[in-house]
């Protein structure tokens, strides 16, 4: 074995190497080419459009990442032009597809392909994806031309739209900046277009084939289907600010926010791992602990004491996440009150004794995903449902909302009146698991956290059991194995849980939900895929398993802990100058103030703090360098541990982090 990390596990958990882009450029029009679609399109340096793809989305709306062939690239004087070959094969199945992109020095690109599959395809969607962004775009004009002809006056959605905002697109025109425009035209079928920040993608999505056609449907073996994107520009951009260099960091006074309090999760599977590192587990010091509970996979009685002593040994007060079954004898969901009230009596036989402080329980029906105008499974109201939890569990705060993500609460929202508190979970790798994607759905937290707010106004806001990975899938039979430790799509098991890349995602996540006083946070469990401390599992975990340490914990188990010690205190005001680069957290201690900083890029980041005040400044720092120490030291990035740092000139290195506190 060796005895030191690699590169790639220490940034990302994987040896897998990530794809490499490459940037390209057709005078002012600029795009990124990764695995054969293009990301980040700027004209003059702002970003028009965020992404172009031909996707493959199979009949459990998994995301395969073709094989690409052929790849040639030719830039010159004119532009620049790509072409390739695609492939994928899966059991007996298989696709391919040509590819050309070209792209001109008065800003038109075109994006064409050619499908001929060489069998019958089953997919529930398969073809081009054009992704727009949201900074700058939320809750601005947009010019629909429909496919008969027909021009509307739209505008994108502020607050996360449930339901499709636009339908039979053929093309799209809004303002980039200044009076820059972009058009993008889609052929082939008609579009239509989806708010993506309800799974937490940063980016309006418009797709080919509405969701009104039957799915899943057969693309048959030799029948060619052609489409088609093309972008032009007109007008031009307000004055370039250009990129420096540095990233500045500006820290203002405390606010009357407060940091959310942190929580784990853990189900009756994971209870033995977690009392196994009992010790590192405690250290994390989360303030809750959320006990699942599904009678559907023959949890009872002891497993749920079982949980809420982990709870009491580890200092966290329970939260009872429940699942109710609410199905007749012959499987079917069921809307009988009678099934519910006896469900919910059984609920609180189970729980017997145990205090919990929260309960969030939720049909097992709900956690798979449905349209808002599609028929919902014949369940109780909710309103009936939260009446009886609350009879159940006097002592109790009872929550409204979904174990499942935004989406699904922001298509069924809870009656409010109902409720005490409004919860959901969020997963980043729903439609997308490549890193840039993973954190870019950090962008649309503060839109999810808004629209949430906005179902429950005035509600404690608590989000669920939430991590890279995917718990469940609300959207197929489950979530997609990875037992080669692949930058997947609705994968379960996620490496990056395991590496700096993680700490990272984890300041941003945190940062938002303090800036939008989020109540209650649970991004982490004890000990499994969605862990914070190591123990071996089914799958393997590069240089984690081969080592005889004891409890080695994952970088981001510094993040959570920090925040969770200081849950309640605080919020300080923060502002990072490029978020898409550094994202910063900045709280109060007993102390004096404290900064966590984290690079969201795998290149390293030059930052600048300004707003001291002749303080001494003292850092941590998580990088690839002190991988080995964090890994074995839960205590590595604690203020003892901090060594005196030039807070004009703190350099970040690959997606890392660096606690900073501040001494007058």
């Known amino acids: 074995m060796s005895s030191e990390p690699s590169p790639g596990v220490r940034l990302c958990g994987t040896d897998e190497t990530a794809p490499e882009e490459r940037r390209l450029k057709a005078g002012p029009l600029e795009a990124i080419l990764d695995q054969g679609a293009l990301r980040n399109i700027t004209v003059a340096g702002r970003e028009a459009i965020r992404g172009i793809a031909y996707v493959l989305r199979d009949r459990n709306w998994a995301t ?64 081009f994806v054009v992704l727009h962004p949201v900074d700058g775009v939320a809750g601005e004009p947009v010019t629909i031309t429909h496919t008969d002809g027909r021009t509307s006056e739209e505008r994108f959605p502020d607050l996360i739209s449930p339901s499709q905002p636009f339908f039979d697109i053929r093309s799209m025109t809004h303002r980039v900046s200044g ?57 031009a951009p307000d004055d370039a600010t250009g990129t420096d260099d540095r990233v500045v960091v500006t820290l203002r006074q405390a606010t009357t926010r407060r940091m959310p ?24 010091g989360a303030r809750r602990l959320w006990c699942h509970h599904d009678p559907s996979r023959g949890h009872d009685a002891d497993d749920l004491a079982r949980l809420v002593r982990l709870a009491s040994m580890i200092g966290a007060d329970p939260v009872l996440e429940a699942v109710l079954p609410l199905q007749s004898p012959d499987g079917r969901f069921s809307s009988d009150t009678s099934l519910l009230e006896a469900e919910i009596e059984a609920l609180r036989d189970v729980a017997g004794s145990h205090a919990f ?6 049909p097992l029906a709900y956690h798979k995903s449905y349209q808002p105008t599609e028929t919902w499974p014949d369940v109780p109201p909710l309103d009936a449902i939260s009446r009886l939890l609350r009879e159940a569990f006097p002592g109790a705060a009872i929550g409204g909302g979904m174990h499942s993500y935004f989406t699904e609460l922001n298509r069924k929202p809870p009656p409010g009146e109902a409720i005490d508190f409004i919860t959901h979970t969020t997963c980043p790798i729903v439609h997308a698991g490549d890193d840039r994607s993973v954190m870019e759905s950090l962008e649309a937290l503060p839109s999810v956290m808004r629209s949430a707010m906005a179902l429950s106004p005035g509600k404690p806001y608590l989000i669920g059991p939430s991590a890279i990975g995917m718990r469940f899938n609300p959207y197929g039979a489950a979530p997609v194995e990875n037992p080669d430790n692949q930058r997947l799509a609705m994968a379960r098991v996620d490496p990056r849980q395991r590496g700096l890349f993680n700490a990272a995602w984890l300041v941003g996540y945190i940062a938002a939900a303090a800036t939008h006083g989020i109540d209650g946070l649970c991004l982490a469990a004890p000990t499994g895929a969605f862990g914070l401390v190591h123990r071996r599992q089914a799958w393997h975990q590069p240089w984690y398993d081969d080592s005889d340490f004891g409890s080695l914990v994952y970088p981001a188990f510094h993040v959570f802990r920090d925040a969770a010690l200081h849950g309640e205190c605080a919020v300080m005001d923060v502002a990072a100058a490029d978020p898409a680069r550094v994202q910063a957290l900045a709280f109060e201690d007993d102390a004096g103030p404290v900064l966590w900083l984290a690079n969201l890029t795998p290149t390293p980041q030059g930052v600048t703090v300004k707003g001291l005040q002749d303080q001494r400044v003292v850092a941590s720092h998580g990088n690839t360098q002190t991988f080995t120490s964090l890994a074995r030291d839960p205590l590595a990035m604690s203020s003892a541990n901090a060594s005196p740092v030039d807070p004009s000139s703190i350099m970040l290195g690959a997606y890392g982090v660096c606690r900073l506190s501040f001494i007058a």
């Open 64 to 127: 395969p990442i073709p094989a690409i062939h052929d790849l040639d690239v030719t830039e010159d004087d004119a532009g620049f032009q790509v072409t390739y070959r695609g492939s994928h094969e899966t059991g007996d199945e298989r696709f391919s597809f040509t590819a050309r992109i070209q792209a001109t020095t008065d800003g038109t690109l075109e994006f064409s392909v050619e499908a001929c599959p060489s069998t019958d395809w089953l997919t529930n969607r398969t073809g």
């Open 179 to 235: 009076s820059l425009t972009v058009t993008c035209t889609m052929e082939g079928d008609a579009f239509e277009a989806e708010d993506q920040r309800n799974w937490t993608d940063a980016s309006y999505k418009t797709y080919i084939r509405p969701l009104s056609n039957p799915r899943p449907y057969v693309m048959k073996a030799g029948v060619k289907d052609r489409q088609h994107v093309r972008l032009t520009t007109a007008g």
């Open 357 to 362: 402080t929260h309960v969030a329980a939720s």
């Open 261 to 284: 309090l942190m929580a784990l999760a853990c189900d009756p599977e994971g209870v033995d791992d977690a009392t196994s590192a009992l010790e590192a587990v405690r250290l994390a």
